[in-house]
């Protein structure tokens, strides 16, 4: 590993454990306060109940989680701009719009495929307006501090292989806040680890082609919404 490379690793890392450390902290904070003022749940049919707790708590979620991660991508990008593969100048410009249709017609074809597979059938999941912003605007700011910055700075001065799998490594440690809140049992989580760093794997090969922070941002946001919409 170069070491002029060496400072995106240890910010990928760093970033990482104070993400899931503030992650955890802030879910169980914002439950304790909302819990004595707001009904926890509705009932079955969603009689008897005015706003569900996890609806402030999902809000003030997404407003930290784009302050923190958007100030946390930009400012380094610009501080690291001279070692970075692709300069700030031509991160952010969409250009290749042909490359970038083929993406989302592909997205759309696997989730067809994917929802087939699942349901054998047509399907449509309940959906509001906070999970178009969860599921939809908020997930693009990943991809300016893993791909726009990590892998970016990564790829510079080392072989790809190396850069995507170490970023990819990364991608996936910094989910292990959603691991609790999914309250889900060890075998999901090492299950659901690996899906999360293949698809990194996926993310990574787009920006490296591309050379933009558009193309694989768009992906990203089309991939997980159309996934929550008719897969899952």
Do not use: Q
Request: aromatic share 18%; charged share 15%; with cysteine.
């Amino acid at each position: 590993m170069a070491k002029e490379s060496r400072k995106f690793i240890y910010l990928g890392l760093i970033f990482s454990i104070l993400w899931i450390l503030l992650s955890i902290f802030l879910s169980a904070l914002i439950r304790i306060i909302f819990s004595s003022i707001i009904p926890e749940r509705c009932d079955y049919y969603g009689y008897n109940c005015n706003i569900p707790i996890d609806t402030p708590e999902m809000i003030i979620s997404m407003i930290i989680k784009f302050v923190v991660w958007t100030v946390f991508g930009v400012y380094f990008i610009k501080k690291y701009n001279k070692d970075l593969e692709v300069k700030k100048g031509e991160l952010f410009k969409l250009n290749n719009i042909k490359f970038l249709i083929i993406l989302m017609l592909t997205t759309l074809i696997g989730t067809i495929l994917a929802m087939l597979n699942n349901h054998s059938g047509f399907n449509l999941n309940k959906f509001t307006i906070l999970d178009f912003f969860d599921k939809f605007l908020i997930i693009g700011v990943e991809e300016l501090v893993f791909r726009g910055l990590i892998l970016n700075g990564l790829m510079k001065n080392n072989k790809y292989y190396k850069a995507t799998l170490i970023t990819s490594g990364l991608f996936a440690l910094i989910h292990i806040s959603s691991f609790f809140k999914l309250y889900i049992s060890l075998e999901a989580s090492i299950i659901y680890a690996i899906k999360l760093f293949i698809m990194s794997l996926i993310f990574n090969y787009i920006f490296k082609e591309s050379k933009s922070i558009w193309h694989v941002t768009i992906f990203h946001c089309l991939w997980d919404l159309l996934f929550y919409l008719f897969v899952e």
